[in-house]
């Protein structure tokens, strides 16, 4: 286990809802990267909060928000939900922004109805 | 859990045997690599990583190659077992945020 948790486990939502997914991050890491795994691909990097701000930003529309507070947990936001945004969510921390190893977690399953 | 090893290649070992897992990268600006192993229902695990001044690196029964070249990168597995079946990922990374970019992903099916 990498001490990242996720939660919830499972979520099933309709489209055009909005919903938070939570992360917890290993002791003693303050950055964590948000990233969305379609069924048979790799993840895909969404953002990265290093120290509560962002840090990093890949291919997502602005409706993918997040969060990360003081104790370096994270939320990732997703406003107006679509089919496509069906997918494992996966978080991971690191001790740093640099050449560190991630710790994931074990995702979050979003099905989009 | 869910099956994250649809439609992804699939390469079949005989237990004991080593594996070679191969994998392209496009981005010639990128310096670090990372190999991931991802068992159903789990997040991706660190397996090993090498930066680009590097060609070569050992860990416990697992070696990565990385020729630059042909931005090419492998994962050799010795003395494979069941549990090192999974779906096998290499990553790379040219920016100092941690923009880690995942490949597409292999299937490694260990026979007992």
């Known amino acids: 286990e990498t001490g990242v948790t996720q939660s919830p486990t499972h979520l099933i939502k309709t489209r055009g809802q909005q919903v938070t997914l939570r992360c917890s991050s290993q002791s003693g890491h303050n950055t964590v990267s948000w990233y969305q795994q379609a069924l048979g691909q790799g993840p895909q990097f969404i953002f990265q909060?290093?120290?509560?701000?962002?840090?990093g930003r890949g291919n997502f529309p602005p409706r993918f928000s997040g969060l990360q507070f003081p104790n370096y947990s994270s939320e990732l936001n997703v406003n107006a939900l679509e089919l496509d945004d069906s997918a494992l969510y996966l978080c991971a921390s690191s001790p740093g922004t640099g050449f560190y190893e991630q710790y994931f977690g074990p995702g979050t399953r979003l099905t989009v109805t | 859990g869910e099956s994250v090893g649809l439609h992804l290649p699939t390469l079949s070992v005989q237990e004991g045997d080593n594996s070679i897992i191969n994998c392209a990268y496009s981005?010639?600006?990128?310096?670090?690599f990372i190999w991931y192993k991802q068992e159903s229902g789990k997040g991706p695990q660190f397996i090993i990583d090498i930066r680009s001044n590097m060609d070569k690196r050992q860990g416990q029964r697992v070696t990565v190659l990385l020729n630059k070249t042909v931005k090419h990168l492998s994962l050799q597995i010795a003395a494979t077992q069941p549990g090192d079946s999974a779906v096998y990922f290499c990553?790379?990374?040219?920016?100092?945020?941690?923009?880690?970019?995942f490949g597409t992903g292999t299937k490694l099916q260990v026979i007992p």
């Open positions: 909060y290093y120290r509560e701000e962002e840090n």
């Open positions: 990553a790379e990374n040219s920016g100092g945020y941690q923009k880690v970019t």
């Open positions: 981005n010639s600006a990128s310096d670090y």
